[in-house]
Nanobody
Framework: QVQLVQSGGDLVQPGGSLRLSCAAS????????MGWYRQAPGKERELVAN???????NYADSVKGRFTISRENAKNTAYLQMNSLKPEDTAVYYC?????????????WGQGTQVTVSS
């Protein structure tokens, strides 16, 4: 059974930092691309950042220079370090694991975690 268990969401003041974690089980983690998405009220889910199996990263323009995605294959865990948080970063954040197409292309989601940036 595949599980992506997220942790780390919280209420934080503007300018603050948070780190989200996504612990995976039931998948060959090292071959998966891992991503973080977010969905704000009334908006569509959007990609925040992703990292492929080789460690190549990609970021939404809105978070470049502030957020860092990383992975620790030995712990089957992906992270999103968020610095200089802004109120517009407020959203439910979702972890995503995507299997390479050559192996089937399965797609899995975490349960979501609320990040609220407010004074």
């Amino acid at each position: 059974q595949v599980q992506l268990v997220q942790s780390g969401g919280d209420l934080v003041q503007p300018g603050g930092s948070l780190r989200l974690s996504c612990a995976a089980s039931g998948i060959a983690f090292s071959i998966y691309s891992m991503g973080w998405y977010r969905q704000a009220p009334g908006k569509e889910r959007e990609l925040v950042a992703n990292i492929n199996s080789s460690g190549k990263t990609n970021y939404a323009d809105s978070v470049k220079g502030r957020f860092t995605i990383s992975r620790e294959n030995a712990k089957n865990t992906a992270y999103l370090q968020m610095n200089s948080l802004k109120p517009e970063d407020t959203a439910v954040y979702y972890c995503n694991a995507r299997q390479p197409t050559i192996f089937g292309g399965s797609n899995y989601w975490g349960q979501g975690t609320q990040v609220t940036v407010s004074s």
